[in-house]
């Protein structure tokens, strides 16, 4: 085990356990306000718990109440935020430098050090420059070359490719994946391809509690939470399985293969947006389940619409459709329409 | 310099025309009563260099002062959370308001021989009133709170996340403050320091109150100005022309060091 971790902050209604196995990554995901700062304060050291205790690697990290709370200076946990953060008094190689030096490692030795780091991050050529002299990409891999220059035994990535324009984000990400081989990491994102990329499971944290862990692709593919599956591009309905489908709670019934699953044991049943249909008048002599809906919102996603979607049972619905279906079926929010999922798209899995 | 619109309604200009007449117009009053022909020998009589000198020592010294006391109190007010700061903060920036001349009674009141520290002070040989570093104590109590105002706004502006930055890649806290804080609120510390040491000279009833005026030991610039516009006005003119100039001469220094005045 790596990293194993439990806290708890009253103030902030905090209550988190979880355990990372040798050299996994671990993405945390979960709404604004779940608990994800919180989570890297504690690792870090800048946000101190009412009671708890992690351990990195077989040592303590720290444990509230044998009294051991290390300054984050002494934990050897790196951060690589959102923003680059790059000292903008030094130039990029002693940016990169500064945490050798720190550790009390000579100046020669310690910009040795950084330019390999540098060459790590394709970034070698930019070792004389100035933080305000870079790009917004370049700052970033800079970053996190700084971050790695003092070989931390856990990395914390609190989004560190949010603000980057879409055109760099790839190299960046690139270049992360491959500092992140073999170290411990905690990455917080919002972004399916970071989490898919960059980890090996994930947590999903809501109102400070783990709502949801497993393996990265596992979580993404079979989502058990409300966010998990929007951020999987997936609709989630959570039920009970019947014999020839799934039954919400507000009653809705939504057809599908349940064989293996007993009868009124709680399920999820997921499906992407672009197996549901959309119609103006009710379709009829179709073995497909038909639901009765209001449209709230139609959002342009890629090369086709969004269409969300509220069951007259209150549950919601998100299709896909081509921009041209929504001018033919003059959709707008308000709009009443029927919804058709084929029961062979839908995946039902126990929760 | 491509013009952009200003949205300032024009009869604005009036009042701040007049604005800035009100403090320019009496510089220039000034420098037309200055006796030009007699200006060298004025500002280099032994006394008015006695004056000067001593100004520019007791100014230096107390924004080394204020720099050794002001910077750690700034760092507390800003980056910290103790009970009772509000009150704290405003207590140390009281002499922001206070009159000078209770500065200096106050002052008085502590370091003087009958005073609550008087005592102790002679016992140890020193005595603080009425010596030059009772003229450097004045000083260093009037523009305290600039340097302290000046760097906690800083401070605040320049945020927390670089030195958490800098302490996960292992610094301590001292090596943070040395290579991190100070370095990025240099410009506020220039700043502030130009604003204390500004105050520092131009300061005139703390340290007549507390220092008395003793030519060459306590008789600062703005003293000796006062003095001799009893006697001598064109000496009185003279050396105002003078601070006038080496207050411009900082402040012109400070703005060419961080491009921008204060």
Not at chain 1, 213 to 238: K, M, Q, S
Not at chain 2, 28 to 54: E, I, K
Not at chain 2, 211 to 239: F, K
Request: proline share 6%; net charge positive; with cysteine.
């Amino acid at each position: 085990m790596a990293l194993s971790f439990s806290a708890r902050l009253q103030e902030r209604g905090f209550d988190v356990a979880f355990e990372v196995g040798d050299g996994e990554r671990l993405a945390v995901l979960g709404p604004n306000g779940a608990g994800k700062s919180t989570l890297l304060g504690v690792l870090a050291g800048t946000v101190r718990p009412d009671t708890g205790r992690a351990e990195l690697d077989g040592e303590p990290l720290f444990d509230v109440a044998a009294r051991r709370w290390p300054a984050p200076h002494r934990r050897r946990v790196g951060l690589l935020a959102q923003d680059p953060l790059l000292f903008p008094h030094l130039t990029v190689l002693a940016n990169v430098a500064f945490g050798p030096r720190a550790a009390g490692v000579g100046r020669p030795a310690a910009e040795q050090a950084a330019r390999t780091c540098l060459a790590a991050v394709e970034a070698e050529h930019l070792a004389g420059r100035r933080p305000a002299q870079l790009s917004g990409g370049q700052a970033q891999r800079v970053a996190i070359a700084r971050a790695v220059a003092t070989d931390p035994r856990l990395l914390l990535l609190d989004e560190p490719l949010a603000a980057l324009d879409v055109t760099l984000a790839p190299l960046v990400r690139r270049v992360l994946r491959q500092v992140l081989v073999g170290r411990t990491s905690v990455l917080v994102t919002h972004d399916l391809l970071d989490a898919l990329l960059l980890s090996d499971r994930v947590v999903v944290l809501d109102a400070g509690r783990v709502v949801e862990a497993g393996p990265t692709a596992e979580v993404l593919r079979h989502p058990r939470t409300p966010f998990a599956a929007r951020l999987a591009g997936l609709n989630l309905l959570l039920g009970t399985a019947g014999p020839a489908g799934v039954t919400t709670a507000f009653g809705l019934h939504v057809g599908a293969s349940t064989a293996g699953l007993p009868a009124g044991s709680p399920v999820a049943a997921a499906f992407a947006p672009s197996v549901v249909s959309v119609f103006v008048d009710a379709p009829h002599g179709s073995p497909r389940t038909v639901l009765t809906a209001r449209v709230v919102e139609l959002e342009p996603y890629a090369d086709e619409v969004r269409v969300t979607t509220e069951t007259t049972s209150g549950e919601t619905v998100t299709a896909a459709v081509t921009a041209a279906a929504v001018g033919e079926l003059d959709l707008y929010p308000g709009r009443a329409v029927h919804l058709a999922v084929k029961a062979t798209a839908v995946t039902v899995y126990p929760v | 310099m491509a013009r952009r619109w200003s949205g300032v309604p024009l009869w604005v200009y009036v009042p701040a025309t007049l604005g800035a007449l009100f403090v320019v117009l009496p510089l220039v009053a000034m420098a037309t009563r200055v006796d030009w022909a007699r200006f060298g020998a004025l500002v280099t009589s032994p006394a008015s260099l006695d004056a000067l000198g001593l100004s520019l020592r007791t100014s230096l010294a107390s924004t080394l002062l204020c720099l050794v006391l002001g910077v750690p109190m700034a760092l507390v007010l800003a980056r910290t959370a103790f009970p009772g700061q509000r009150v704290v903060r405003a207590l140390v920036l009281l002499p922001l308001v206070l009159p000078p001349v209770v500065g200096g009674i106050a002052l008085l009141y502590t370091f003087g021989r009958r005073g609550l520290l008087g005592h102790a002070l002679e016992v140890l040989g020193l005595q603080v009133a009425f010596s030059t570093t009772a003229v450097v104590l004045a000083q260093t109590f009037v523009s305290l709170p600039f340097l302290v105002v000046s760097l906690e706004g800083t401070l605040r502006a320049v945020g927390q996340r670089y030195e958490t930055v800098a302490a996960t890649l292992g610094a301590g806290p001292t090596l943070v403050l040395r290579r991190v804080t100070l370095p990025l609120v240099l410009p506020g510390l220039l700043s502030g320091s130009v604003l204390a040491f500004a105050r520092a000279l131009g300061e005139f009833g703390a340290t007549l109150t507390f220092a008395g005026s003793l030519q060459g030991v306590t008789r600062t610039l703005p003293l000796e100005i006062y003095l001799q516009r009893e006697t001598d006005a064109s000496t009185a003119v003279a050396l105002s022309l003078l601070l006038v100039a080496v207050a411009v001469g900082v402040v012109g220094l400070a703005a060419g060091r961080t491009g921008r005045v204060l």
